[in-house]
């Protein structure tokens, strides 16, 4: 049973910052993509940032939606089954609930359909 938890969400002024978690647990696979997507009310479920073990060199090779790079960065864990999100920076326009995703063939792809497993969402409001 695979499941992904995320934790580190809140309330937090404009210029702020948060740093989100992700556990992953219930798989084994070798190479796989972790993501962040975000969906704010009325809104479609959006890539933010993604990163990809290759399975050979063990590097990660990370990815960022323009309108979060250089504000936030992605970092995959040493047990490779998990992963954070540190947010600066943060604007209104990021509010939204922020879900870790989970795919498990090669490649990181930015539609919410390419992802197999999905958390439940953390809220992320800057306010």
């Known amino acids: ?18 740093r989100l978690s992700c556990v992953a647990s219930g798989y084994t696979y070798s190479s796989h993509c972790m993501g962040w997507f975000r969906q704010a009310p009325g809104k479609e479920r959006e890539a933010v940032a993604a990163v990809e073990d290759d399975g050979i060199t ?3 090779i990370s990815s960022y939606t323009d309108s979060v790079k250089g504000r936030f960065t992605i970092a995959r864990g040493k047990d490779n089954y998990s992963m954070n999100m540190q947010m600066n920076s943060l604007k209104s326009s990021d ?3 922020y879900y870790c995703a989970v795919r498990v063939n090669s490649g990181c ?8 497993y999905w958390g439940e969402g953390t809220q992320v409001t800057v306010s």
């Open 95 to 97: 509010t939204a609930m």
């Open 58 to 60: 063990r590097e990660s």
């Open 1 to 18: 049973h695979v499941q992904l938890v995320e934790s580190g969400g809140g309330l937090v002024q404009p210029g702020g910052s948060l």
């Open 109 to 116: 792809p930015t539609q919410p359909a390419d992802f197999d």
